[in-house]
């Protein structure tokens, strides 16, 4: 079967279609499409040594104390306490025991939470916004953490380093599309010149942070210019946070902790929208909680000429669910969250909340229009799908089949990327997966490029 459709693959391009093969011993499917990734900025970020893997508090302290680097700032990532079996809460105290004059940041998971010791708030202070840090605890609640990677502003060199080592560990996971949210212009100019160089396998839509606006808009760039591998998206906006950090907009409190409103009012997300469609660009809300997601749908026009899109979408209003499929909005949800977290998501949300988590079956059956992404916590949609194929709640499961399509062409189409499905026109990317459930190999325009 494999040798059929790579004899079937003209110059990377597909010149026939195949249905994706499920059998017992070998799967073959078409190449993942991540349509929420942060590929450019987590490739950055691999320079700088993860907590991902640490279980305890103890664990993370020991850690931490033997790889730093006395002197100059040192920046340690994916810190996630939700999962500790010790204490929770780490603060400025416990840092300033390991230092008390090298300037420390742990960022957690999410990315929107930092702690700082001592001399690292003092590093930090003017480069953060006034009051988003509780020098107290010495936490840092969303800017500082969100916008790390501006603040230490990576050059383009740096960050085309960054996707390199980062596209070498999509490949592996059979990732061949995404849609990546690019900082800054830099980001931009790293995929193309990849592009240029033939070093970029991975198909690319960029969402821009709103800072590169002016800068599109003076380079004649809008939503759907397309170059080679690399395309434009639209413009990604905020309108809440997290669970993990209590900052995701919800109506009712959460069990330990007040719930804020969303970060825009309907109105101002209205005008927003409003001059973003008028420049030729789609938004992309990141909105969470049922408040936030219920604003956004508000919000929404009635008619466009984009479907506008909603990231992560975890807790749908019955409302938000009826506005979606009316105003066609395209969303984008993340399975590896419901495998990871919904436990905390349990302990966090009063049940009324709690059970609108994620309902993958509900919108399929009603045609409401979504595909999955990873938000790169971790890549990788072979653990991304067991949070739909083990869906906490039953009647919301997806079948495997059902789930890979959300991860393949339901992502290609959202995206409109030529990647994620096996048919002719399309480039010839697909993945081969093993008896076991892991990925065999992994072929590119027809080209190998992982193969265990
Ligand atoms: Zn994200």
């Known amino acids: 079967m494999i040798d059929t459709i790579l004899s079937s693959i003209k110059n990377g391009i597909f010149t026939r279609d195949f249905e994706p093969l499920f059998e017992n011993k070998k799967s073959i499917v078409p190449g993942f499409v991540d349509t929420h990734a942060h590929m450019a900025e987590a490739g950055y970020f691999m320079r700088f040594l993860s907590l991902s893997h640490i279980k305890s508090k103890k664990d993370l302290l020991e850690y931490i104390s033997s790889h730093l680097q ?5 920046i340690f990532v994916d810190y996630d306490e939700s999962v500790f079996e010790d204490e929770k809460d780490i603060t400025k105290k416990d840092l300033d025991k390991i230092s008390k004059d090298t300037p420390i940041l742990l960022r ?4 929107h939470i930092a702690v700082l010791n001592t001399k690292g708030i003092e590093y930090f202070k003017d480069k953060a916004r006034e009051n988003t840090i509780d020098v107290e605890k ?4 969303e800017y500082l953490p969100l916008n790390l990677y501006d603040i230490l502003s990576p050059s383009v060199s740096e960050i085309e380093e960054g996707i390199q080592k980062a596209q070498r560990i999509y490949l592996k996971k059979g990732i061949t599309g995404i849609l990546d949210f690019a900082k800054d212009i830099n980001v931009f100019k790293a995929y193309t010149n990849l592009d240029l160089q033939g070093t970029l396998k991975i198909k690319v839509k960029l969402a821009f942070y709103e800072k590169a606006f002016e800068y599109l808009k003076e380079n004649g760039l809008y939503t759907n210019w397309q170059k080679k591998r690399v395309g434009i998206e639209g413009i990604k906006l905020f309108l809440d946070g997290s669970v993990g950090g209590r900052t995701a907009s919800f109506y009712k409190p959460y069990r330990d902790a007040a719930s804020k409103g969303p970060f825009y009012s309907k109105t101002s997300l209205q005008n927003k929208i409003k001059k973003y469609e008028k420049a030729g660009f789609k938004v992309l809300v990141h909105a969470i909680g049922t408040r936030a997601i219920d604003t956004v749908l508000a919000a929404l026009p009635e008619v466009s000429d984009f479907h506008h899109r909603i990231e992560h979408f975890e807790f749908p209003s019955k ?5 979606s499929k009316k105003k066609s909005a395209y969303i984008s949800m993340q399975p590896n969250f419901v495998a990871r977290w919904w436990k905390m998501y349990k302990d966090a949300l009063y049940d009324e909340e709690f059970l609108l988590m994620h309902p993958y079956r509900t919108m399929m059956e009603r045609g409401i229009v979504f595909a999955f992404g990873s938000d790169s916590m971790p890549e990788g949609p072979m653990y991304g799908l067991q949070g739909a194929l083990k869906h ?3 009647e919301e ?3 495997l089949k059902e ?3 959300y991860y393949t062409e339901e992502g290609a189409g959202l995206l409109n990327l030529k990647t994620g499905k096996m048919a002719r026109g399309f480039y010839g990317d697909f993945v081969v997966i093993g008896d076991d459930g892991d990925i065999d190999a992994v072929f590119v325009e027809g080209e190998k490029v992982y193969g265990r």
């Open 319 to 323: 409302t938000a669910l009826y506005l």
């Open 138 to 141: 010495g936490i840092a609640y």
């Open 397 to 399: 499961r997806l079948s």
């Open 70 to 74: 006395r002197g100059s700032l040192n």
């Open 392 to 394: 906490p709640f039953k």
């Open 403 to 405: 789930a890979i399509r």
């Open 108 to 111: 957690r998971v999410c990315g």
